[in-house]
Nanobody
Framework: QVQLVESGGGLVQAGESLRLSCAAS????????MGWFRQAPGKEREFVAT???????????YTADSVKGRFTIARDNAKNTVNLHMNSLNPEDTAVYYC????????????????????WGQGTQVTVST
């Protein structure tokens, strides 16, 4: 059973940065597609970023258009962690951020669909004030 634990959320001012971390256990981490999603009050869960396994040591990273250029996803297979580096935060980034994982080799739009991820963390709150 795969377990995911997020950390690093908090309250920041607009323009500041945060790093979210997700620690995974219980599976073959290096082959998993790992993603970050977020959900704001009254809104659906939306895709933020993902990192997929292409081959033995090659991975690809994808980010949503709304965070492109500001957020970066990075995985450390030695530590079984995936981090989300968030820069230039604005109030629209306020949400609960979730780490997600799947054994499936997702591509294209399937990467962005939360229904394609079977493992989820408990979420961490990010609040950006003006």
């Amino acid at each position: 059973q795969v377990q995911l634990v997020e950390s690093g959320g908090g309250l920041v001012q607009a323009g500041e940065s945060l790093r979210l971390s997700c620690a995974a256990s219980g599976g073959t981490f290096k082959s998993y597609t790992m993603g970050w999603f977020r959900q704001a009050p009254g809104k659906e869960r939306e895709f933020v970023a993902t990192t997929t396994w292409n081959s033995d040591t090659t991975y690809s990273g994808y980010t949503a258009d709304s965070v492109k250029g500001r957020f970066t996803i990075a995985r450390d297979n030695a530590k079984n962690t995936v981090n989300l580096h968030m820069n230039s935060l604005n109030p629209e980034d306020t949400a609960v951020y979730y780490c997600a994982a799947t054994r499936s080799r997702l591509t294209g739009q399937t990467l962005r669909n939360p229904n394609n991820y079977e493992y989820w963390g408990q979420g961490t709150q990010v609040t950006v004030s003006t």
